[in-house]
Each structure stands twice: as C-alpha cells, then as structure tokens.
C-alpha cells in the first residue's frame, strides 16, 4: 500500500517577451517534470518536447530511481540524435534542461527521486521552509558555489543564462540525483528559470504557503512572475504530498 498520495498540476505561459514558448511540463501521474527548450526557430520548443515524451516512454518501462537516471540519459540520447538528423547548417545547436521527480518504491519504501541537468529547479516547501533539491549547471551556479558571487548577484548577472550542462548537446549527460522521504503537508515546487530569475525566493514561498489547490498556486506563481517582467518563458509544476 502507497504511504502518501501525490495531486500535481503544472502550467506554462510564453511570459512578456519572447515569440515563442520553448518550455513543456508534465504533470499528472507518479512523475513530473519541467523541461526549458533552446536553440529557436521551433528547435527548442522540439527539444524539451522531445525530452519530456521520451522521459515519460523510459521510466514507464522501469520506473525504479535507477530507471529515472536512465531516462534521462535515454531523453540526452534522443534530442541528440533528433538534433544531428534535422538541424540545419545555420541552426544553433538545440538543447534543453530536465528537472524530474518521481514516486519509486512500494508501500514503506515510497519515496521521490529528484534529477536534473541544467537551471530548471526542484523545491522542497516543508514546514514553512523553502529547500532546494536540485543543483543547477549553469556559470553564475559554479560562481556561487566558488563563494564568488551571492545568489542575489547570480540572479542579476548578464551570464545568468549560460548553462554548463544541457541534454542534447552531448553524447553523455551526468545528472544530479537527489531523494526524498516525503511527507504530508509538503509541497514540491518545479520550475523553468523564467520564474525564478522573476520572483525572489521571499515571494515563491509566500505562494506555496498559500491556501489552495496545486493548480491555483502555480497560477499564481506564473502570474507574479509576468507581473514582475516575464522575460522569459516560465513553467510551473506544484505537487501536494498528502
Ligand atoms: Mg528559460
């Protein structure tokens, strides 16, 4: 028997500025994930569709906390080879992040396995308190952790957008792993760089301690971020561990 239930709900918006939506989510079922798409002229919008889709395929054949590493390797594979077969000569290399988390285990041994590559983010809103889970591959990331800059500069910084790690710019791609034993009342956070390079973590907390259903806290969430600018794509998914 399941030692928790999960109700997830995601939400994307084009934001402000840009032409395009290059992010896709999915939410729904026993995983979740949000993945942020770049290259333009629709490559981006392909890549991240592409890695969520073959993420999804993968781990329903194994969906052990093994088998999500896997897919995720099985997703590089696939934007990899999708870029390599249909880009242009012209084209920008594609690319895309992958923040993912999902139920593994049975009955006592339930617990979410978190990966990713690149900037997209996994939070963790337990108690009032507001952790992340995952960790970002990004310059002004490697920076932060040299203690060279704060994480306010980081979030100001004109290298905020370059990533050290991306699915389908490599043959291999190493993600961060991370578990948790979840538990009632905490509430999981996924996200693009389009909400949070927006909304300061003050406020991102403020709106998962709200009342409400997953879905009308990441309305919220996506709201304050096109309220603040929306200079980019922003993508959502909240999950309620009940
Ligand atoms: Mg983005």
Redesign the pocket.
Known sequence: MSTFTIETAGVTDTGNVRPSN??HYLAGGDLFAVA?G?GGLGNGERASRLAIETLQEAFAEQPTALGLVEAVARANTAVDEAAAAESGPDDRPWGT?LAAVARVGSGDEDRLVVVNVGDSRVYLFRDGVLTRLSSDHSRVADLVRAGEISEAEAAEHPER?VLTLALGVGASVAPSVNHVRPQAGDRLLLC???LFNEVPSGEIAAALGSDGRPGDVADRLVAQAKANGGG??VTVVVADVG
């Open positions: 290059e992010d942020d770049m992040t957008h693009s760089d389009g980019d794509n």
